[in-house]
């Protein structure tokens, strides 16, 4: 069992940057692999980025490329999500998940979530 507790979020206006962070709780932490999902107002959850649990390698959606970075410290069972160039579209609560089972842009696919931390940029 992994329990994640988001947090991070706030208004910034556009072309700003905020870092979400993730804290994990749960022995197996540094086992799983970890992503970030966001959902905006009236929209299905979408992926953000994902980091490996051994290679610590990364993928990112299109949309947040160049301007959003993934980590994780596994030692102190974190990962974050730096954000820069914020644009009005990023608006969205951002979800924290581990553990995937699957495809990693798949939603369905991850066993843990965080409750949710909201971020908003104004134009």
């Known amino acids: 069992q992994v329990l994640l507790s988001e947090s991070g979020g706030g208004l910034v206006q556009s072309g700003g940057s905020l870092r979400l962070s993730c804290a994990a709780s749960g022995r197996r932490f540094s086992d799983y692999s970890v992503a970030w999902f966001r959902q905006a107002p009236g929209k299905a959850r979408e992926f953000v980025a994902t980091i490996n649990w051994n290679d610590f390698g990364t993928k990112y959606a299109e949309s947040v490329k160049g301007r959003f970075t993934i980590a994780r410290n596994n030692a102190e069972n974190t990962a974050s999500l730096q954000m820069s160039s914020l644009k009005p579209e990023d608006t969205a609560v951002y979800y924290c998940?581990?553990?995937?089972?699957?495809?990693?842009?798949?939603?369905?696919?991850?066993?843990?979530w965080g409750q949710g931390t909201q971020v908003t940029v104004s134009s």
């Open positions: 998940a581990a553990y995937s089972t699957g495809r990693y842009d798949s939603v369905n696919v991850w066993r843990y």
